[in-house]
C-alpha cells in the first residue's frame, strides 16, 4: 500500500502549503471549517484522505480555489488507486466478475501472478464458488455467490479467443493451500492438469526447491502496458503509472523465468493431487 501512503501525502503536503500560505494555523483554518483541529493535522499528514467536499472547501477558506482542480485531480488518481471492497463488492459478486469481463477484454496481453490461489480464469465453478462465499461472508455482500461462479465461468471463454497472450504464474504452494474441501481441489488440480497441455496460453509452476532471485511478496495481474491490479483483504489496489507498470512487469518476467511449464508443470500439479489424495 505504499503508492496509496505516498499519493494520500502529496495530497495532505499540498493542502498543507496553501493552510501556510494564507497565514492560518491550523487551529484558525478548523474553527473556519467548523472541523475539529485533529482532522485537520490527519489529512495534513497523510492520515485521513480528504473528501472532494473538504478539498474545496479548504482551498476556499484559505483564499486559492482555484488551487482545488489539481488536488481534486490527484484524488482522482488514489480513489482509482484504492477501492475498498466494500464499495466495489457493494452489489455482490457478479457486478465485481462483469468488471473483469470488460478489462480481460480489451486487453491483448495479461500475466498473472498468484501466491496462494488458482487465478480466476483457471478457477473450475465449485473452487471458484467457495472463494466467492468466502468473500461474501468476510465482507458481508450480498448472497450472489452462484451468478458470481457463473460470470466467473463465462470470463473464461478469452482462453479461447484468438490473439489474446495469456500467461498465468503460480507458486507450488497455491497446488497445496487446503481453501476448499479435498474433492473440490482434487477437481481443480485435475483442471489445471489440462490447462497446463493448452497451447494457447501458458500455465507456468514455480516448484518449492527453485532458488529465486525476486522474492514473490503478493499475487498480481498486469494489463498490456495500462495497468496492474492487486487484491489485498480489504482493498482492491489499480496502478496506473508507467514506473509503476514497467516494474511490475520485470518483476513477472523474472519470476517467470523461474517456473516450469508443459510436461513439467503437470508433473508438480500431479504431485500435489497424489499428496491430497494420500
Known amino acids: 500500500m505504499a503508492h496509496v501512503q505516498e499519493a494520500r501525502t502529496a495530497i495532505g503536503r499540498r493542502l498543507r502549503e496553501l493552510r501556510q500560505d494564507a497565514g492560518l494555523t491550523g487551529t484558525a483554518l478548523a474553527e473556519v471549517l467548523g472541523w475539529p483541529q485533529s482532522k485537520v493535522s490527519k489529512i495534513e ?11 474545496v472547501a479548504w482551498t476556499r477558506a484559505a483564499g486559492e480555489e482555484k488551487a482545488a482542480g489539481p488536488i481534486l485531480a490527484r484524488l482522482e488518481v488514489l480513489e482509482t488507486m484504492y477501492a475498498e471492497w466494500r464499495r466495489r463488492l ?6 465485481r466478475q462483469r468488471a473483469s469481463i470488460a478489462l ?62 495469456l500467461h498465468f504464474v503460480m507458486t507450488e504452494a497455491v497446488l ?3 481453501l476448499c474441501p479435498a474433492e473440490t481441489m482434487a477437481g481443480q488440480l485435475d483442471r489445471l492438469m489440462a490447462l497446463c497441455a493448452m497451447s494457447t ?9 527453485v532458488e529465486l532471485s525476486e522474492s514473490p511478496k503478493h499475487g498480481f495481474w498486469v494489463f498490456d502496458d495500462r495497468r496492474v491490479l492487486i487484491e489485498t483483504v480489504g482493498a482492491e489496489l489499480t496502478l496506473t503509472q508507467p514506473q509503476e507498470i514497467t516494474l511490475y ?30
Open 45 to 55: 499528514n497523510g492520515r485521513q484522505t480528504p473528501t472532494r467536499a473538504d478539498i
Open 90 to 95: 457493494g452489489t455482490g459478486t457478479s457486478a
Open 104 to 165: 480481460e477484454a480489451a486487453a491483448t496481453h495479461i500475466r498473472a501472478f498468484e501466491t496462494t490461489i488458482i487465478p480466476g480464469l483457471l478457477q473450475t465453478p465449485d473452487y471458484a464458488r467457495h472463494l466467492l462465499a468466502q468473500s461474501v461472508a468476510r465482507h458481508g455482500l450480498p448472497d450472489d455467490v452462484d451468478e458470481g461462479v457463473r460470470t466467473r465461468m463465462q470470463r473464461q471463454e478469452i482462453l479461447y479467443r484468438p490473439g489474446k497472450r
Open 176 to 178: 497445496h493451500y487446503r
Open 201 to 209: 496460453i501458458r500455465v507456468g509452476v514455480i516448484g518449492f526447491e
Open 249 to 278: 512487469g520485470q518483476v513477472f518476467d523474472q519470476l517467470a523465468a523461474h517456473a516450469s511449464y508443459g510436461p513439467e508443470a503437470r508433473r508438480l500439479v500431479a504431485g500435489a493431487l497424489d499428496a491430497l489424495l494420500g
